[in-house]
């Protein structure tokens, strides 16, 4: 699997071994009766260990009462196991669009939002919340807004690596909360009547 869950661009021995016995720890408290996917749950566990670690560092240096974390992905991700997924990453489900992000600053209240949101919701998100003013060339909206609106939201996907729109079919989507329409072909021919 493409899960990470060790420090494998490393050469610290010592990093990568205190990382795989923290990783073996949980693998033996799992039980004979596991049915999950352990290098998604290793990989989970690895990502909230560095969290915890960076927290750690910047509160001993005393950083962390001036400092925003925000956390968040390019994409999410879709597993070969449940539900059933041929491709992986390269695809428009909807897991694939709903990616973890988090703004954390010490002493601030937790607060969930599920709202449709894509990617070009997050700087403004990011500006709003640190009370600066969002650039009317900024096409996105924040998330903290009382004034959120968006029942839908709209993807672009043009696969993997330097997007080529003349060679790359374009995944186009538009979603809810309850249906996706989506839309795979060139760009460059004109659409199907499928």
């Known amino acids: 699997y493409f899960t990470t869950y060790f420090s494998y661009d490393s050469d610290d021995k010592e ?23 352990i290098s998604y749950d290793l990989a989970v566990r690895y990502i909230d260990k560095q969290i915890e670690e960076l927290v750690h ?7 962390l009462e001036n400092t925003i974390i925000c956390i968040t992905a390019d994409h999410g991700s879709s597993y070969n196991c449940y539900p059933y997924r041929k ?37 403004p998100t990011v500006l709003d919340y640190i009370g600066k003013p969002i650039p009317e060339a900024i096409k996105g909206k924040s998330l903290l807004s009382p004034t ?13 690596g330097c997007p080529d ?17 989506a839309y795979e072909g060139f760009l460059q021919q004109p659409f199907s009547e499928e």
Do not use: Q
Not at 91 to 114: A, L, Q, S, V
Not at 167 to 181: F, M, S
């Open 15 to 37: 990093l990568i071994s205190r990382e795989l016995d923290y990783a073996e720890e949980y693998v033996r408290s799992l039980g004979s009766g596991y049915r999950g996917l």
């Open 165 to 181: 729109m003349r060679r790359n079919k374009a995944c186009i989507t538009i979603r809810d909360t309850h249906y996706v329409i």
């Open 57 to 63: 560092k910047l509160d001993a240096a005393g950083r």
């Open 87 to 123: 491709r992986i990453v390269n695809n428009c489900h909807t897991e694939n669009f709903r990616i973890p992000f988090i703004i954390y600053e010490k002493g601030n209240t937790c607060r969930t939002i599920d709202y449709m949101a894509t990617s070009k919701d997050l700087i």
């Open 148 to 160: 959120w609106e968006k029942e839908y939201a709209m993807t672009e996907y043009m696969g993997p």
